[in-house]
């Protein structure tokens, strides 16, 4: 079984838990999520895809060194441009939250026929969760993991409705309901990164320290 990381790993347990059949790796880079959800699952049919030819060589090179050649299909394209109308799930992972909404947005028919989006965005959680909603999806599922120094949310967004409170954006719905360990250390850290920022703006920004006041006591309320 091919080594990929936790975080991918957990990409992956998300696309393994659900009915998911035909995925696009959106930024697929080396492929290795691929490798691995293919050799966890051979009934996948699995489109990776990437806009550039370095990330796409280094995936072919892997491919073939793990016997999948023929088996995960190889595809260059901008975003979604080339996604095809059985695609029921894509993974968007390893990116910033504003590549992610222009891919999804790019041409909103793309994802008409799209039950599911798994995301692992770099940051901006609470905008991402926003919009994606916005372009109809409610938040099925939702991981937090700790690699490598850094915190990451992987989101299972499924097509349909949900309102969502200011509140259960910003910590995340399904987050917010099974508050972990990871849940208080997660947003323990943002309260002090908060705290810090605070100190560090002028009183006579008024608004701007009072939004951030605001902020701060929510992150003391949730996480104590
Ligand atoms: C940091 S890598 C993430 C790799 C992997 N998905 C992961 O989660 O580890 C981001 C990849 O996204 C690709 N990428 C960036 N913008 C893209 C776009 N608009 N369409 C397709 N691929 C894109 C880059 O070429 C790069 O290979």
Do not use: W
């Amino acid at each position: 079984m091919i080594n990929i990381n936790n975080r991918l790993k957990t990409v992956a347990s998300f696309v393994l838990e659900s009915d998911a059949k035909f995925i696009i790796d959106v930024g697929c880079d080396h492929a290795l999520l691929d490798i691995y959800l293919f050799q966890c699952s051979d009934k996948l049919k699995i489109v990776a895809s990437d806009i550039n030819e370095g990330p796409l060589l280094k995936a072919e090179e892997n491919l073939l060194k793990y016997s999948c050649f023929n088996k995960i299909k190889l595809e260059k394209a901008d975003g979604i441009s080339n996604i095809n109308d059985n695609t029921d799930t894509i993974i968007i992972s390893g990116m910033g939250m504003e590549n992610i909404i222009k891919i999804l947005t790019q041409d909103k028919s793309n994802i008409s026929n799209v039950k599911r989006l798994i995301i692992s965005s770099n940051n901006k959680y609470e905008i991402l969760r926003f919009k994606i909603c916005n372009l109809g999806f409610y938040i099925n599922k939702e991981k937090i993991i700790y690699e490598d120094g850094k915190y990451y949310i992987i989101i299972e967004f499924i097509k349909g409705n949900s309102k969502y409170t200011k509140k259960e954006f910003y910590f995340g719905p399904c987050l917010l309901k099974n508050k972990d360990k990871l849940f208080y250390e997660y947003y323990l850290e943002m309260k002090n990164i908060k705290e810090q920022i605070l100190n560090s703006i002028p009183i006579v920004y008024k608004e701007k320290r009072k939004l951030l006041i605001k902020e701060i006591k929510m992150l003391i309320l949730e996480t104590s």
